[in-house]
């Protein structure tokens, strides 16, 4: 049971323009949602994570919106760079359940940003 | 600040062997999770130790184990190892309290690359 969906496995960009990553999810106890970045031979990097009682997050070049009703949650890049090329992973976790330490991740999405 | 470390970095072994996986946390963090990575998919989650006891696992058989030192580094343990544990193993460190209602971000080790023959 896939409780949390990157249903594009690759993704494409011109630098300089937008990226947006999606991610749904199916379990409606979730509270608060991360976006992971991975580079190969790397452990996942966190870039940047939003509260279910929140619809929008900001941070620099990076920007999370949480759309509850939809169960849907993306993440835009702006302005895309080279750099920003890596594998994206969706990840979220339900404080009810008495495990903080749990994340659910989606399967990644590879960006690749073209100069 | 060093980050999450972990040992060794690759490994292989072959059917029915044992593993042991090592993870030193952030200085400070008190939490462990392990996940596990197979190719083409997200980590999936193992185990949390917090103040070295299981605070959570996950959907895996009793083949895997791990434990959480007074240091609060962990070692995830594999025994009877099969083709399909080949995977890559991340280990990731927080302040997180499993019992408060507050979140930590993890922070996630290089990995140990598991290849089983």
């Known amino acids: 049971d896939q409780q949390v969906k990157q249903n594009s496995p690759s993704l494409s960009v011109q630098e300089g323009r937008i990226s947006i990553l999606n991610c749904d999810y199916t379990?409606?106890?979730?509270?608060?949602f991360l976006w992971y970045k991975k580079y190969p031979a790397e452990g996942p990097t966190f870039l940047i994570s939003?509260?279910?009682?929140?619809d929008k997050n900001e941070d620099g070049r990076f920007t999370v919106f949480l759309n509850k009703s939809a169960k849907h949650l993306s993440l835009h890049i702006v302005p895309s760079q080279p750099g920003d090329s890596a594998v994206y992973f969706c990840a979220a976790s339900d404080h009810g359940s008495g495990n903080t330490g749990k994340l659910i991740f989606g399967q990644g999405t590879t960006l690749q940003v073209k100069p | 600040d060093a980050g999450v470390t972990q040992s060794p970095t690759h490994l292989i072994k072959t059917r029915g062997q044992h593993v042991t996986l090592r993870c030193s946390p952030i200085?400070?963090?008190?939490?462990v999770s392990w996940y596990q990575q197979v190719l083409g998919q997200g980590p999936q989650f193992i185990f949390q130790?917090?103040?070295?006891?299981?605070?959570g696992r996950g959907n895996f058989p009793d083949r895997f184990s791990a434990r959480q030192f007074p240091n609060y580094s962990s070692e995830l343990n594999v025994n009877a190892l099969l083709l399909g544990d080949s995977a890559l193993y991340l280990c990731?460190?927080?302040?997180?309290?499993?019992?408060?209602?507050?979140?930590?971000?993890?922070?996630f080790g290089p990995g140990t690359r598991l290849t089983v023959l």
């Open positions: 990731a460190s927080s302040l997180t309290h499993p019992i408060l209602r507050s979140y930590n971000e993890q922070f």
């Open positions: 939003i509260s279910s009682i929140k």
């Open positions: 200085s400070g963090h008190k939490s």
């Open positions: 130790y917090y103040e070295k006891e299981e605070r």
């Open positions: 379990n409606s106890m979730f509270d608060y």
